[in-house]
């Protein structure tokens, strides 16, 4: 309901304010400005029907009586605490502020916040507020607090039924001052069968993390009673993130012993074979299916990331396989001339150090060597993007971490093996040279022809072939590790003596099987 200024017109009115706004003198001039703001006061009134109160302070002016000017101060007092009063407790049972227009509910106060009204209108200075407080101190220092009363963080609360229902008011923001939850908490004790506590929060000016804060400690405290939180009326920011909070399970460490007795520790290491069996499976069905998607054109390998595995896995690993081919080649050749010299057979030295590389050493020294190298490097390097939860962040931007780290390493280290492996079978076979032309009567044409003779073309394939399968093992050992790896530091170093050792474990297996395949199939 808008102002409404009745006996004067709006210009008369604006001329009168305008000599507020003077500086004040002393004397009767001040009574002046007192006795401008009072008749001004009462014709607003008349707007609401105090006609008697306006006339009677409309008569005393007319006939100049002596106390008039005080009566008329205890009047605009008295009528101005009044409105802010009943402004205050509005404000307590919820209503909205205006700060703009600085009106409070004037479906209710429009006859009794006339001083403010106008005070905002005419935009008042300090010196001007100043004149207004000498007649009304309480009332103008409750005006200038006011807005002040917005920004203060603050809850109501209210029965309803079997429901607590809390109010949330003001700007819950860390710079803005809080309730006591304290007080809170006894209001909530003290009532008597309560099922449901409901938070509201329609006359919210502000917030931020205070207020999740608050909520969230509100909810886990009436849930630790049996009470049950509803943030229906809370904004939905928070809701969500109330909601995001309450997703993540608390870790609690289990503070019971595990069994000491034979039996109980054997069921519960078969039952974690059995999950790591699983887990495995799954792993290879994800592998499998990444694949064949990878070699339809449909998977999601960079191939700068892919050249540079493959200068990792390959050219890379040459001078440590080519150093310890070339020491296990030396060996063998040294301990078989020295076998065969009491023969006379040192020719044969060739044959062993050929047949041994090419078959079994080769591919076995080269799996052990880049399990050792590149499974834990894979394990390492997918473990600490799993403990700075870079593949979460994979997976959120909808990018399969199988693809984009799996495969690209699993078929980096499937191309190198062979080049490796058969890079290590040639200087095995030249290390074993060496030693045969140096501590025998063999010279280096004899070795070439007796080795060729040899080691044929199917031997160098079963060496080429178990190299290929080793690397698969070693890539999937260390890939898997490295995606179960745990979130602290030392769980990835758990990761990579895990993939090393799984690794070489597997090898072994694999080239037993191998062995005994091949001996039954004649290869």
């Known amino acids: 309901m808008a102002c409404v200024f009745i006996g004067k017109d709006a210009e008369l009115v604006a001329a009168r304010f305008e000599r507020l706004k003077e500086p004040c003198c002393t004397g009767q001039g001040e009574d002046v400005v007192e006795d401008d703001f009072i008749k001004m006061l009462a014709e607003e009134r008349l707007g609401c029907g105090d006609i008697g109160l306006a006339a009677e302070l409309a008569q005393r002016d007319r006939h100049g009586t002596a106390d008039c000017g005080a009566h008329r101060r205890v009047v605009a007092f008295r009528q101005t605490e009044l409105a802010l009063s009943e402004g205050h407790a509005l404000m307590n049972r919820g209503k909205v502020v205006d700060q703009s227009a600085v009106q409070v509910e004037e479906d209710v106060l429009h006859d009794k916040m006339c001083f403010i009204r106008i005070a905002n209108r005419y935009s008042l200075d300090g010196l001007c507020m100043a004149r207004l407080h000498s007649m009304a101190s309480v009332g103008v220092r409750a005006f200038l607090n006011m807005s002040d009363t917005t920004q203060k963080a603050d809850w109501g609360t209210r029965r309803k039924g079997g429901t607590f229902v809390v109010h949330f008011s003001g700007a819950w923001v860390n710079s803005s001052p809080k309730p006591s939850v304290e007080t809170l908490h006894f209001d909530i004790e003290s009532e008597a069968e309560l099922t449901t506590l409901h938070l509201e929060a329609d006359h919210l000016t502000n917030w931020d993390s205070t207020l999740l804060v608050a909520v969230r400690q509100l909810c886990v405290w009436t849930e630790a009673r049996g009470i049950h939180p509803c943030l229906d009326g809370m904004p939905e920011g928070v809701q969500n993130l109330i909601e995001l909070s309450r997703a993540v399970p608390e870790n609690k460490q289990s503070d019971e012993e595990s069994p000491d007795d034979f039996l109980s520790n054997m069921g519960e290491r078969s039952l974690a074979a059995y999950r790591g069996l699983n887990g495995y499976f799954d792993f290879l069905g994800l592998l499998c299916i990444d694949l064949f998607a990878f070699l339809r054109g449909r998977g999601r390998v960079r191939a700068k990331d892919f050249l540079l595995l493959l200068q990792a896995t390959g050219p890379q690993a040459v001078p440590i396989v080519s150093l310890l081919s070339f020491l296990t080649g030396l060996i063998i050749a040294f301990i078989g001339v020295i076998q065969l010299q009491k023969f006379a057979a040192d020719i044969y030295v060739a044959d062993l150090v050929g047949l041994a590389v090419t078959r079994e050493l080769g591919a076995v020294m080269t799996g052990v060597i880049m399990a050792g190298r590149t499974g834990a490097a894979f394990a390492a390097q997918i473990g600490s993007m799993q403990v700075n939860e870079e593949v979460d962040a994979l997976t959120t931007f909808g990018i399969s971490p199988m693809q984009f780290l799996v495969v690209p390493r699993v078929w980096?280290?499937?191309?190198?093996?062979?080049?490796?492996?058969?890079?290590?079978?040639?200087?095995?076979?030249?290390?074993?040279?060496?030693?045969?032309?140096?501590?025998?009567?063999?010279?280096?044409?004899?070795?070439?022809?007796?080795?060729?003779?040899?080691?044929?073309?199917?031997?160098?394939?079963?060496?080429?072939?178990?190299?290929?399968?080793?690397?698969?093992?070693?890539?999937?050992?260390?890939?898997y590790r490295g995606l179960n790896c745990g979130r602290d530091a030392s769980s990835v170093g758990l990761a990579a003596t895990s993939a090393v050792v799984t690794s070489i474990t597997w090898i072994v297996i694999a080239d037993a099987i191998f062995a005994v395949m091949f001996q039954i199939l004649g290869i």
């Open 412 to 479: 980096a280290l499937v191309l190198m093996m062979p080049l490796l492996c058969g890079c290590a079978n040639f200087v095995a076979i030249l290390g074993g040279m060496v030693v045969a032309v140096a501590i025998s009567d063999v010279t280096v044409l004899q070795y070439c022809h007796q080795v060729q003779a040899a080691v044929g073309l199917n031997d160098l394939a079963v060496g080429i072939f178990k190299s290929g399968i080793f690397g698969l093992i070693i890539a999937l050992a260390g890939c």
